[in-house]
Structures are given as C-alpha cells and as structure tokens.
C-alpha cells in the first residue's frame, strides 16, 4: 500500500480547542485520552498537507519538524498501536514504521 493519500485525514488532529490554537481556549488533558499528546503537537503549527504528502511529494520538511518536537515518542507510539497507514507520525513514514514494526 503506498504511503501517499491525497487529502489529509479527517482523524489526524480531534479540534483546534485540542490543539491549543492560539486564540482558542484550550482543553486541559486527561490521563486516560489517548489523544492528548496532539495538544502538544509541533505539526499543529504548520501545514498539515507536508505531513500528508501527495505521491512523489517530500517528506523532509515533515520529518525535520518531527525532529523537535516534544511528543515525538507518543506520536509515533499512537500511530504504532492504531497502524496509521499514511503520512508522517512520530518522523517516520508508514514505509519506516512497518519496518520497524517488523523488527519489533
Ligand atoms: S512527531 Fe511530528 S507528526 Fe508527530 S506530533 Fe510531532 S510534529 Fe507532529
């Protein structure tokens, strides 16, 4: 399956209240929310659309985000346990995360 999609998915951020958008309040998180870490998220501040890369598209850009930011482990962990299968979590795609899938 090609790790490309032409749209972003719907699920990939729950709302901007979550998100912590500027100028929104912002949704304190609760332990048992899985979707926590994306109040955090780097990504949250840029284009989506370099996260979710049309066929052939780069994936640098993405990547160098993911590099800094601060939730990197449970980006990764959440789409590992949900197998996202497209665009960049966690700094790796979903070509990287099933190999390491594999290895695991
Ligand atoms: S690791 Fe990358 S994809 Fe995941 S939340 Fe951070 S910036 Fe977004």
Do not use: H
């Not at 601060?70 to 979903?94: H, K, M, P, T």
């Amino acid at each position: 399956m090609s790790e490309y999609r032409n749209t972003v998915p719907e699920n990939w951020f729950v709302d901007p209240v979550r998100l912590g958008v500027p100028g929104v309040r912002r949704v304190r998180a609760t332990d048992d929310d899985t979707l926590a870490w994306q109040a955090d998220a780097l990504c949250a501040q840029t284009d989506p659309e370099a996260f979710f890369p049309e066929k052939g598209g780069s994936t640098r850009d993405a990547k160098k985000i993911c590099t800094t930011c601060e939730v990197r482990g449970e980006c990764l962990d959440y789409a590992l346990q949900n197998d996202e299968r497209f665009g960049i979590w966690g700094g790796l795609s979903e070509r990287e995360r099933r190999k390491l899938r594999r290895r695991a």
